[in-house]
């Protein structure tokens, strides 16, 4: 699973024109699932992101998670965070997850954060999406899949 997230003041996801997720100050997840993932990574990355600390505190050191500044969360799927470019200019996305599984593993995921207390908005799977985000920072971290073993 490859999640990348990026500090936001504000963020909005739009289909075919029409808002279906926004939020405030928060995080933008992008989220690519491959094959091989399992409920029990969707679960770990879920709370490796909950509990992030890349907020600034009181003294300007990042040492908040989104859950601390009662931050939202609005969580993009994205298989293209799957590609592989190391042969040729085309991307490779031999190792996207299906549709079922990465559906379903998406929604884990996005379960798994509101299960933890969070506000979560979303975009819409499968669909040709428009976000439109304010980085904050900027900041934006790539989660290790190596770490995402659940223990």
């Known amino acids: 699973m490859r999640v990348l997230i990026q500090r936001v003041s504000r963020a909005s996801v739009r289909v075919e024109g029409a808002t279906v997720g926004s939020i405030a100050r928060g995080l933008v997840v992008f989220l690519g699932v491959e094959e091989g993932d399992d409920d029990g990574v969707a ?58 599984l990465a559906q379903r593993l998406y929604e884990r995921f996005v379960a798994a954060l509101r299960e933890l207390g969070l506000v979560v908005a979303t975009g819409t799977f499968r669909a040709m999406m428009e976000v439109e985000l304010t980085n904050d920072g900027p900041v934006t971290v790539m989660l290790d899949p190596k770490e995402a073993t659940p223990r």
Do not use: H, Y
């Not at 992101?49 to 505190?57: G, P, V």
């Not at 799927?77 to 085309?90: E, P």
């Open 43 to 100: 679960v770990w990355n879920a709370a490796k992101t909950a509990q992030l600390r890349i907020f600034s505190d009181a003294d300007g050191k990042m040492n908040l998670g989104v859950m601390d500044i009662q931050g939202e969360v609005l969580v993009v799927s994205q298989f293209t965070l799957a590609a592989s470019t190391r042969r040729g200019r085309r991307p490779s996305f031999e190792s996207a997850a299906g549709p079922e």
